[in-house]
């Protein structure tokens, strides 16, 4: 299979996934031109990735952020999340929260009537402060709520250096 045959599949089954019915059959002459310089086929491929992103993450937990001088604290809202399902990861100038709350759905007896909690994977992103100290992060989880805590290093003024002659 070709590249863009590829892409283009992955395309209809990401479009599937989302709005839930058969993407359209798109005719000949059917399309838009891309700009000078633009190859589409790695503008679809990328576009994919982007969307396979976005259905890997089911909702997104509520935060507050909090600041000192000494440190930058994360507080992340995720009731009926067990401990074990929840990870702290750091990358990039990023701290990243991740875990999972299980569907209500199947438990025993219970039938769905209405459902307001959101289930499924969750990510949340926080930036660092350029000097935050990620070897040093303390994450502590109790009654839903994690407390991230990242001390931010004791930085300096400038050192002012001399520019010699050349």
């Known amino acids: 299979m070709t590249e863009?045959?590829?892409?283009?599949?992955?395309?209809?089954?990401?479009?599937?996934k989302f709005l839930g019915q058969p993407a359209p059959q798109i005719g000949p002459g059917w399309y838009a031109?891309?700009?000078?310089?633009i190859d589409p086929i790695r503008y679809a491929i990328e576009e994919a990735a982007e969307l396979k992103r976005h259905l890997a993450t089911a909702w997104v937990p509520r935060a507050d952020?909090?600041?000192?001088?000494?440190a930058v604290i994360f507080r992340v809202e995720i009731p009926g999340v067990g401990r074990e399902q929840v990870k702290?990861?750091?990358?990039?100038?990023e701290c990243i929260v991740r875990g999972t709350r299980a569907t209500a759905a199947g438990e025993?007896?219970?039938r769905p009537l209405g459902l307001e909690l959101p289930y499924g994977a969750?990510?949340?992103?926080?930036?660092?402060p350029l000097h935050a100290d990620a070897d040093k992060l303390v994450a502590r989880?109790?009654?839903?709520?994690?407390?991230?805590?990242?001390p931010i290093l004791e930085v300096g003024p400038p050192k002012e250096m001399k520019v010699e002659r050349a």
């Open 88 to 93: 702290v990861l750091v990358a990039e100038g």
């Open 4 to 16: 863009v045959a590829s892409a283009l599949n992955e395309v209809r089954d990401l479009y599937a």
């Open 141 to 150: 989880y109790a009654d839903g709520l994690l407390e991230v805590t990242i």
């Open 33 to 37: 031109p891309f700009p000078p310089g």
């Open 122 to 128: 969750f990510e949340r992103r926080f930036p660092l």
């Open 65 to 70: 952020v909090y600041g000192t001088k000494d």
């Open 108 to 110: 025993g007896d219970l």
